[in-house]
């Protein structure tokens, strides 16, 4: 009987101290400006080069929109223009998603990509953006 009240004390307070940890806070995304008088040029492979912003995405929590940078028709850079930030869960959200959305987008140099769980209309709006760039960007 000693064992079973050790082993279910033990397991309890076990429990307790694993809901009690605190996810790692992450630093808000970095939001970046595009360089004003680029011009994109074309390569001679017919792909562009340069930096296309996307279109403004309206979301339920607030707007999103990114422009890339591609370099001969490779997507080398994503850059965080707007997310939703009107609350610090926004914030928080946001913070989560947009390097997983970036990292993912480099990666598959497209906007095919898997919308973060817990950020869905965030992804959605970062998808659809990355989208319109890239399509302005001939990519």
């Known amino acids: ?3 079973v009240a050790v082993t279910t004390l ?3 307070t076990g429990v307790v ?6 996810p790692h806070q ?4 970095v939001v970046s400006a595009r ?4 011009t994109p040029a074309p390569t001679a492979t017919g792909t562009r080069t ?5 279109d403004v995405i309206d979301t339920r929590y607030g707007p999103v929109q990114v422009s890339v940078t591609l370099a001969a028709g ?3 850079a994503v850059h965080v223009l707007q997310v939703p930030s009107e609350s610090g869960r926004d914030q928080e959200i946001a913070a989560r998603a947009v390097p997983r959305l970036t990292q993912e987008a480099l990666g598959a140099q497209n906007a095919q990509i898997d ?3 817990g950020a869905s209309y965030t992804s959605e709006g970062y998808i659809q953006s990355l989208q319109s760039a890239l399509d302005k960007g001939g990519a």
């Open 35 to 38: 360089p004003s008088g680029a």
């Open 1 to 3: 009987m000693r064992r």
């Open 17 to 22: 101290l694993l809901l009690s940890l605190k």
């Open 74 to 76: 490779r997507l080398t």
């Open 26 to 29: 992450s630093h808000p995304p």
């Open 50 to 54: 340069g930096d296309f912003t996307g």
């Open 115 to 117: 919308a973060v769980s």
């Open 10 to 12: 033990s397991t309890a």
